[in-house]
């Protein structure tokens, strides 16, 4: 049996502009720079490859991350918008083979490795066709699996919202997974998170 490859795009490309003057990818969380912290959760999983979309600030981004094992692809429209980013990070992983992708946002820096891989196993042990969802204390959170038939939709997306319009309208694919801990909902938007 030949097993599901699921990628890891983590969408650190966005200008953060409610956080300040400073860019928020680079903020300290418990002494690693934020942007650090969600690389090296998607790389300590079970995602191959791990894909990182960088345009604000992307050469600094880079450069704090400092992950050999990362992809990286740039987007030079990152300002119009997350889905430009995501459609990057999409197209890079149907690149490389991927069957399904989990979607992390850089400023999401309490997500930890176990939850991408319960996602991944959960994913592979449903047909590797299910959009999986994290949950905390009964509250849908990210990141979100989606599977590689559904690639193509992210193309067709528009605005800042990234997949939450693909996601709604293909509702009755969503698998909900209890995760423990509240990292799937916490993200950093300001200077005091």
Known sequence: MTLVRVAAVVLAAG??????????????????????????????????????????????????IDRSDAAFVHNPSFASGMVSSLQ??????????????VIMLADMPWVNAGTVDRLIETFRENGASRICVPTSGGRKGNPVLLPADLFPQVFDLTGDVGARALIAANAARILEIPVSGDGVLRDVDTAEH
């Open 88 to 101: 990057a990070g999409i197209g890079r992983a149907a690149a490389e083979g991927a069957q399904g992708a």
């Open 15 to 64: 200008g953060s502009r409610r956080y300040g003057a400073d860019n928020k990818l680079l903020a300290d969380v418990d002494g690693v720079p934020m942007v650090a912290r969600v690389v090296d959760a998607a790389t300590r999983s079970g995602a191959q490859p791990v894909v990182v979309v960088t345009g604000h600030e992307a050469d600094r981004v880079r450069a704090a």
